[in-house]
């Protein structure tokens, strides 16, 4: 007599697929938590967008095996406050320069510049800020003197927006300078003026949220 196995039944779970679904509730309850809890859950929230939209970026340029940047615009040129974000391809300028001007943003087969990730503002009042707020120096790609031009809205108007660009391999192309570029997360409440700007970050910057990006590797990292 032939013994014919018995098929096994799989429509159930396994235990590592319950493990897998518990941390990701658990992950998202701890989101959900962190946003509701005022100001400072809007810096972490901020933090976390900030290190996302970084990654977007240096992903784009390793799948592209080419150049992408995180840019940062202010909302309103005149108020100073870097609080929108978006992630734009680049490539190298054909009349190359030193810095920033080495790149040029990367145009469609239509001629038009699109971002890869579209402009977002930061949540609240909450921006990013280098070493000229907060009461401590923090080198930040932000405090570069150089700006990239890029388009702000579909009706092609520009912007002066820093950057931080990655290369193909992940690691950071601009700014050049120093291992880490820090983006520090400040918040400004009722701001009108770049001087009054900076004197309200100071004032709230000690214990912010830092976002953190290794020069060669172009790891990211949050930091309290």
Do not use: C
């Amino acid at each position: 007599m032939t013994l014919v196995p018995r098929p096994i039944d799989r429509s159930g779970f396994t235990l590592t697929e319950m493990l897998v679904v518990a941390a990701l509730v658990g992950i998202l309850l701890t989101m959900v938590l962190v946003s509701a809890k005022g100001p400072a859950g809007a810096d972490r929230t901020a933090a976390n967008q900030v290190a996302a939209m970084l990654d977007r970026a240096r992903a784009r340029a390793i799948a592209a095996g080419g150049l992408a940047a995180f840019a940062v615009a202010s909302a309103d040129a005149r108020d100073g406050a870097w609080r929108r974000v978006a992630v734009f391809d680049v490539e190298e300028s054909p009349s190359p320069g030193e810095g920033v001007k080495r790149f040029q943003p990367k145009t469609t087969g239509d001629g038009r510049i699109e971002p890869v990730a579209p402009w977002v503002d930061l949540p609240g009042d909450v921006i990013l800020f280098g070493k000229n707020a907060g009461g401590a120096p923090v080198e930040s790609f932000v405090d570069a003197p150089e700006s990239l031009r890029v388009p702000m809205a579909r009706d092609g108007s520009e912007v002066e927006a820093k950057v931080l660009i990655f290369d193909g391999e992940g690691g950071v192309a601009y700014p050049e300078s120093k291992p880490l570029r820090v983006v520090r997360i400040g918040r400004a409440e009722g701001y009108g003026t770049e001087t009054e700007l900076l004197g309200k970050v100071r004032e709230t910057a000690a214990n912010q949220p830092a976002v953190t990006v290794e020069r060669f590797t172009g790891r990211i990292h949050i930091e309290n």
